[in-house]
C-alpha cells in the first residue's frame, strides 16, 4: 500500500473520530466544564507528545549528518508556528468557546451563525497540521530510520483520541446556541474534514521531497504546538479556580498516553 494512501485512510479514521465526538450532540446539550476541561487538556497532552516522539525526534535523527544538525529542528518548528500564527491572524475565529462574535450584525440569528462559522473555522484549523504530521509520517516510510507504518498508525491513533473531544467541542455549544441536533452535528464533523487533505499532501511532500523531510517533521511539530499553546491550553484553563487540576491532570494524563503508545508499540 502506499504511503499517500495509507495517510488518506488514516486521516479517514481521524475524521470519522472527529464525527463520533460531534455524535455527543445526540445525547448531551451542555458538556459539564470541569469534564471539557479535561478532555482539552488530554488532548492538549496528546498533541505535545505527538510533537516531540514522532515528529522533532525522528527531525533530530535525519539531521545527525549535517553539519549543523540543529537547523533543520530548528527552523522547521519556526515556520510551522508562524504558518499557524498567520492562518490565525488572516481566517477570523473564536479563540475561546464563549466568546461572543464581533462586528456589524445586529440580529442575534446572524450573530449566531457566524459565531457558529469561526468557531468551525477554529477547530479546522487545529486539524490541519494534524493531518499534515501523520501524513508526513507515512511519506517519511522508507526514508527515514526511525519511521515505520507502526509508529505511523500510533500517531494515527493518537490524533483521533483527541479528536473525539474536538467534535464534542464544536458541536455541543452549536446546540447550545440554538442550532438543531443534525445541523450541529454535520458542522463539528465538517471541521475533521480537512484532516485526510492535509495527510495526503503531507504524504506527497515527504515522498517526492525527501530534502525537505526533516524540515516537514519539524514544521508539524512546531504547527501543532502553536495550536495547542494559543488555543487547547488556555481553553482547558478556563474556571480552573473552580473546577481544581482537571485540565492539567488530563495533560499530563494524555501525554503520557500517547509516549506508551509511541515507546512501546512504535
Do not use: C
Not at 485512510?9 to 471539557?36: D, H, Y
Not at 508556528?81 to 450584525?105: C, N, S, T
Not at 491550553?233 to 494524555?254: K, V
Request: avoid cysteine; aromatic fraction near 10%.
Amino acid at each position: 500500500m502506499s504511503p499517500v494512501l495509507m495517510a488518506f485512510l488514516g486521516g479517514l479514521v481521524t475524521w470519522g473520530i472527529t464525527a463520533a465526538g460531534s455524535a455527543m450532540v445526540f445525547f448531551f446539550k451542555e458538556i459539564r466544564p470541569k469534564t471539557l476541561n479535561l478532555m482539552l487538556g488530554f488532548a492538549s497532552g496528546i498533541m505535545i507528545a505527538a510533537s516531540f516522539w514522532s515528529l522533532l525526534l525522528p527531525s533530530l535523527e535525519m539531521s545527525q549528518d549535517m553539519k549543523m544538525p540543529w537547523f533543520p529542528v530548528v527552523v522547521g518548528f519556526g515556520l510551522g508556528g508562524i504558518f499557524l500564527y498567520g492562518a490565525d491572524k488572516l481566517l477570523p475565529h473564536v479563540h475561546h468557546m464563549e466568546d461572543q462574535p464581533r462586528g456589524g450584525i445586529g440580529n442575534s440569528s446572524g450573530a449566531m451563525i457566524r459565531r457558529s462559522i469561526l468557531l468551525v473555522v477554529a477547530i479546522t484549523l487545529h486539524n490541519i497540521p494534524e493531518g499534515l504530521s501523520y501524513g508526513i509520517v507515512f511519506g517519511s516510510i522508507g526514508k527515514v530510520e526511525s519511521a515505520s507504518v507502526a509508529g505511523a498508525v500510533i500517531l494515527v491513533v493518537g490524533i483521533a483520541l483527541q479528536n473525539f473531544p474536538e467534535g464534542a467541542a464544536v458541536s455541543i455549544p452549536l446546540r447550545r446556541d440554538g442550532h438543531s441536533r443534525l445541523k450541529s452535528f454535520f458542522y463539528g464533523q465538517a471541521s475533521g474534514i480537512v484532516e485526510p487533505i492535509a495527510a495526503v499532501f503531507g504524504a506527497l511532500l515527504a515522498s517526492k521531497v525527501s530534502i525537505l523531510l526533516p524540515y516537514s517533521l519539524s514544521f508539524a511539530a512546531g504547527a501543532m504546538i502553536f495550536v495547542v499553546v494559543e488555543e487547547l491550553i488556555p481553553e482547558s484553563q478556563n474556571d480552573s479556580h473552580l473546577y481544581g487540576h482537571s485540565a492539567t491532570l488530563g495533560t499530563m494524563l494524555g501525554f503520557m498516553v500517547m509516549t506508551f503508545l509511541d515507546i512501546s508499540l512504535g
